[in-house]
């Protein structure tokens, strides 16, 4: 026998060959059934299964990653929601992490102090003093109380040593009376709003006779008329029903020191 006819066939050879291979035809036409069937129930179920459902989709694909010749075009796989979906999931997470971030960081940055300064309150006026110095040179010279050959006892007030011809103003609002003593000299009395009287001495002339006068008004000027042995003022207080007191605490009590 010649050699290509013994590599030829034999007719009985080729029908076993033709039904395996229709056999393979039918087997293939199968699966490719159930894989289309399969992916037409995959796909609407992509939107809800996001990422992880795309996986699925690839069962109506061969090992090959091919689409079977019995799918259509339309039947494809059409990865675009599967892909959009998966980026929106991402996107959310995203925006979800970076809220919770930015929450997070509320509080610490709600706790940072500021760099412009606090404001501070304009501090309260300062309270006008009830009364006023009966001069404008502080500074006393015999004191309440002294002793000395000047008086019959004892110092019945405070003595500020000033030039002659200074002003002597009102210490606080009241009514004016004038007279003349000859151990006080020339005097002017005070009497205040609550009764109380203060008592100018040693003085050279008034400017106010009689009459209410405001706080501060200039009365009289300083002298040393009566029992003096120099220019200065002897000043007096004398509360309601009272003798003389030492005028130092009242003045301190009204927020003033004459010293």
Request: aromatic share 6%; proline share 10%.
């Amino acid at each position: 026998m010649a050699p290509d006819a013994a590599a030829r066939p034999t007719r009985a050879e080729l029908r076993v060959a033709a039904r395996e291979q229709s056999r393979a035809q039918r087997r293939g036409a199968a699966k490719a059934a159930t894989r289309a069937a399969l992916f037409r129930v995959a796909v609407p179920s992509v939107a809800a299964l996001g990422v992880a459902a795309a996986a699925a989709i690839t069962v109506v694909q061969d090992e090959a990653g091919q689409v079977p010749p019995q799918a259509t075009a339309a039947d494809a796989p059409d990865t675009t929601a599967a892909k959009v979906t998966a980026q929106q999931a991402v996107a959310a997470g995203g925006d979800h992490a970076q809220a919770s971030r930015g929450d997070a960081r509320q509080p610490l940055a709600g706790a940072q102090p500021t760099d412009a300064p606090t404001a501070q309150p304009a501090p309260p006026p300062a309270p006008q003093p009830k009364v006023v110095m009966p001069v404008a040179q502080h500074g006393l010279g015999e004191l309440f109380g002294a002793a000395g050959t000047h008086w019959a006892n004892r110092h019945t007030g405070i003595d500020f040593p000033v030039d002659g011809g200074s002003e002597v103003y009102a210490v606080a609002d009241g009514t004016i009376r004038t007279q003349w003593n000859p151990f006080y000299g020339y005097m002017s009395i005070l009497k205040m709003n609550d009764g109380t009287e203060a008592w100018f001495c040693h003085l050279r002339g008034y400017k106010v006779r009689k009459g209410p006068v405001k706080q501060g008004d200039v009365i009289a000027f300083v002298g040393s008329s009566g029992n003096s042995t120099g220019p200065h003022l002897h000043f007096e207080i004398r509360p309601p029903g009272s003798g003389p007191v030492d005028p130092l605490p009242w003045f301190l009590s009204n927020g003033l020191d004459p010293r």
